[in-house]
């Protein structure tokens, strides 16, 4: 029932967030757009992101992108970030006649990419009392993955835990949880940060609306991350087109080699 | 400057690869040899993938002996029924190398592999130019004129059947001693993404009994079509060749090489030799180092995989 409500109450912010969407010009300033019947819900929470995508160029050195809105007092934000998911493989090493050498792994279906959490307050104080279910810690998500195959249950933790360090290594899994900077007590805005080396695919934002632990609210916004320019190109190529893109990188060479080999005789 | 390697999926410091290329560029043209023994165990060292790395430092080996085989075609000194022989067995070789690479990448012992092959090709190549380059080099102080020797010594090798004659190298051997050659070549250059030539080249002066002077030509020829092949094979069965990266290195190398040449020009071949074989044993210390100490953390990923 809790769950129908709160499904209920998002599938009706996004409509009216989506009309919201228009030709806006500043959220905050532009109140009600007149096509929206006064008495109609008022949408509890309001957001939006910076960009509409992450861009994978040349450049591309890992970005922010910030998540603002505004909330109807009282109540605490929670905002969290999932990334697709696919089959991860944790490989393990062990010290084998003095060397290190990966003796074991374990894989892992429906892993997320990403998966980061920012609240407007300590999380466990809002979890507490139970959002939970639908909001989770990234412990309480990572305790959801299915291993592949049969394994016992403390080897298993291991590779999660394994899994769950690689990824914060790689600042796919921030390991602190996000500050959510509430202004006026309405306006909000969280930076998500994405690190360099991040998988493609859609990622979910979701922002969550809190009173005393329950949510009354939730809105959520793809955001979808991809190369373009120049490397789109070039990885959408390589995948594509194996042998051609082979044939291209050896005409690369054999012309750059040629080239250079010509000029710096010359000098 | 950074920028992103579209097949890496990683970004990098421009000056980091050009730096990496120049390096390797200054090895070839100090000692004729690619510099792929240095440049790919330097990537791996700043976090590129050891799949990207070899794939990409293959198709930089092709610029590499291409522009140098320009200078030997030229001069005349490439044996070319000898670099086909050659070719014959690392056309093989690099095939069943590249399928070799993805089977060990698929079962999580690719780094590894080119680990160790790396440890033991290195520490041996390395230890044996360095006592050849000081028995020399004490020879030489203690008898400047030493009198010239055989063209080449006999082994057992020189009985086996199918002899060839190659004229240019002024030798009368069997054919399967270079296919067999080119095929270890091969597999090298697809594992390690090296040219091979640190292998090949003694190998062709010491075990063929080739004349130095073609030596470097010949196995350049070679080494282009293998570095070609491995590229087009990565390309068409990993999807691991970066070129972008792999023209940061071209860039780099075209930079360094005639500098490497033209010191080459000024340091006698002994001390040459003996700079290279401890160049080449600190490279292989440092990968032992790596493989013997205890790593920051045991766990790493393998390739994702997105379900259908």
């Given at each position: 029932?809790?769950?129908?409500?709160?499904?209920?109450?998002?599938?009706?912010?996004?409509?009216?967030?989506?009309?919201?969407?228009?030709?806006?010009?500043?959220?905050?300033?532009?109140?009600?757009?007149?096509?929206?019947?006064?008495?109609?819900?008022?949408?509890?929470?309001?957001?939006?992101?910076?960009?509409?995508?992450?861009?994978?160029?040349?450049?591309?050195?890992?970005?922010?992108?910030?998540?603002?809105?505004?909330?109807?007092?009282?109540?605490?934000?929670?905002?969290?970030?999932?990334?697709?998911?696919?089959?991860?493989?944790?490989?393990?090493?062990?010290?084998?006649?003095?060397?290190?050498?990966?003796?074991?792994?374990?894989?892992?279906?429906?892993?997320?990419?990403?998966?980061?959490?920012?609240?407007?307050?300590?999380?466990?104080?809002?979890?507490?009392?139970?959002?939970?279910?639908?909001?989770?810690?990234?412990?309480?998500?990572?305790?959801?993955?299915?291993?592949?195959?049969?394994?016992?249950?403390?080897?298993?933790?291991?590779?999660?835990?394994?899994?769950?360090?690689?990824?914060?290594?790689?600042?796919?899994?921030?390991?602190?949880?996000?500050?959510?900077?509430?202004?006026?007590?309405?306006?909000?805005?969280?930076?998500?940060?994405?690190?360099?080396?991040?998988?493609?695919?859609?990622?979910?934002?979701?922002?969550?609306?809190?009173?005393?632990?329950?949510?009354?609210?939730?809105?959520?916004?793809?955001?979808?991350?991809?190369?373009?320019?120049?490397?789109?190109?070039?990885?959408?190529?390589?995948?594509?087109?194996?042998?051609?893109?082979?044939?291209?990188?050896?005409?690369?060479?054999?012309?750059?080699?040629?080239?250079?080999?010509?000029?710096?005789?010359?000098? | 400057?950074?920028?992103?390697?579209?097949?890496?999926?990683?970004?990098?410091?421009?000056?980091?690869?050009?730096?990496?290329?120049?390096?390797?560029?200054?090895l070839a043209g100090m000692f004729g040899v690619g510099g792929g023994f240095?440049?790919?165990?330097?990537?791996?060292?700043?976090?590129?993938?050891?799949?990207?790395?070899?794939?990409?430092?293959?198709?930089?080996v092709?610029?590499n002996s291409v522009s140098s085989l320009q200078v030997h075609w030229r001069r005349g000194n490439v044996d070319l029924r000898m670099g086909l022989v050659l070719l014959?067995g690392g056309?093989?070789?690099?095939?069943?190398?590249?399928?070799?690479?993805?089977?060990?990448?698929?079962?999580?012992?690719?780094?590894?592999?080119?680990?160790?092959?790396?440890?033991?090709?290195?520490?041996?190549i390395?230890?044996l130019m360095?006592?050849e380059s000081?028995?020399t080099?004490?020879?030489?102080?203690?008898?400047?004129?030493?009198?010239r020797g055989k063209l080449h010594t006999?082994y057992?090798v020189h009985?086996?059947?199918?002899?060839l004659r190659f004229y240019k190298s002024k030798l009368y051997i069997?054919a399967?001693l270079p296919v067999g050659l080119g095929?270890l070549i091969?597999?090298l250059s697809?594992?390690?993404?090296v040219g091979g030539g640190f292998v090949l080249v003694p190998a062709m002066i010491y075990l063929l009994g080739m004349p130095t002077a073609v030596v470097i030509g010949t196995s350049n020829f070679q080494i282009l079509f293998v570095a070609?092949?491995?590229?087009?094979?990565?390309?068409?069965?990993?999807?691991?060749?970066?070129?972008?990266?792999?023209?940061?290195?071209?860039?780099?190398?075209?930079?360094?090489?005639?500098?490497g040449s033209?010191?080459a020009?000024?340091?006698?071949g002994v001390?040459l030799r003996?700079?290279m074989s401890?160049?080449?044993?600190?490279?292989?210390?440092?990968?032992?180092?790596?493989?013997?100490?205890?790593?920051?953390?045991?766990?790493?990923?393998?390739?994702?995989?997105?379900?259908?």
């Amino acid at each position: 029932m809790k769950r129908l409500m709160i499904a209920l109450v998002a599938s009706i912010f996004w409509v009216s967030g989506a009309q919201a969407q228009g030709p806006r010009v500043d959220p905050p300033s532009t109140g009600l757009p007149p096509s929206v019947p006064a008495e109609s819900t008022t949408p509890d929470l309001i957001v939006d992101l910076s960009r509409a995508r992450v861009s994978i160029t040349s450049a591309f050195q890992g970005e922010s992108i910030l998540m603002f809105g505004m909330f109807d007092p009282p109540g605490e934000v929670v905002v969290v970030v999932v990334g697709p998911e696919a089959r991860e493989t944790v490989l393990r090493k062990q010290r084998f006649l003095g060397l290190w050498l990966n003796t074991g792994r374990q894989s892992f279906d429906d892993v997320p990419a990403y998966y980061a959490i920012a609240a407007s307050q300590p999380l466990q104080r809002l979890l507490a009392r139970s959002a939970g279910g639908e909001i989770l810690s990234l412990e309480d998500r990572m305790s959801t993955v299915k291993p592949v195959g049969p394994r016992a249950a403390a080897e298993l933790a291991q590779f999660r835990g394994g899994l769950v360090e690689v990824k914060r290594r790689e600042g796919l899994y921030p390991a602190a949880i996000g500050q959510v900077t509430v202004q006026a007590g309405r306006l909000f805005r969280v930076d998500l940060p994405f690190p360099s080396r991040l998988p493609e695919g859609v990622y979910e934002v979701k922002a969550y609306l809190l009173r005393d632990g329950r949510i009354v609210a939730a809105v959520s916004r793809p955001l979808p991350v991809g190369k373009v320019g120049f490397s789109a190109q070039l990885a959408g190529w390589a995948s594509h087109d194996g042998p051609l893109y082979g044939l291209g990188a050896i005409v690369m060479a054999l012309f750059a080699g040629w080239l250079g080999g010509a000029v710096m005789r010359r000098l | 400057m950074e920028i992103y390697l579209p097949i890496a999926e990683l970004s990098m410091n421009v000056f980091v690869l050009l730096g990496l290329g120049a390096a390797a560029g200054l090895l070839a043209g100090m000692f004729g040899v690619g510099g792929g023994f240095l440049a790919t165990p330097l990537l791996i060292f700043v976090g590129i993938p050891p799949a990207v790395a070899v794939a990409s430092q293959a198709n930089q080996v092709i610029a590499n002996s291409v522009s140098s085989l320009q200078v030997h075609w030229r001069r005349g000194n490439v044996d070319l029924r000898m670099g086909l022989v050659l070719l014959l067995g690392g056309m093989v070789g690099s095939s069943a190398g590249v399928w070799l690479f993805t089977y060990l990448k698929r079962i999580g012992q690719i780094d590894f592999v080119i680990a160790v092959l790396y440890v033991v090709m290195l520490s041996t190549i390395g230890l044996l130019m360095l006592a050849e380059s000081l028995s020399t080099y004490v020879k030489r102080r203690r008898n400047p004129e030493s009198p010239r020797g055989k063209l080449h010594t006999h082994y057992l090798v020189h009985r086996l059947p199918l002899k060839l004659r190659f004229y240019k190298s002024k030798l009368y051997i069997s054919a399967l001693l270079p296919v067999g050659l080119g095929f270890l070549i091969g597999i090298l250059s697809a594992i390690l993404g090296v040219g091979g030539g640190f292998v090949l080249v003694p190998a062709m002066i010491y075990l063929l009994g080739m004349p130095t002077a073609v030596v470097i030509g010949t196995s350049n020829f070679q080494i282009l079509f293998v570095a070609a092949n491995v590229t087009f094979l990565q390309a068409t069965t990993n999807g691991t060749v970066d070129v972008v990266l792999a023209l940061l290195l071209i860039l780099g190398g075209v930079v360094g090489a005639p500098i490497g040449s033209r010191l080459a020009a000024k340091l006698p071949g002994v001390v040459l030799r003996g700079l290279m074989s401890v160049l080449i044993l600190a490279v292989a210390a440092e990968l032992l180092v790596e493989l013997l100490r205890t790593p920051a953390s045991p766990f790493s990923l393998g390739a994702r995989e997105v379900s259908p």
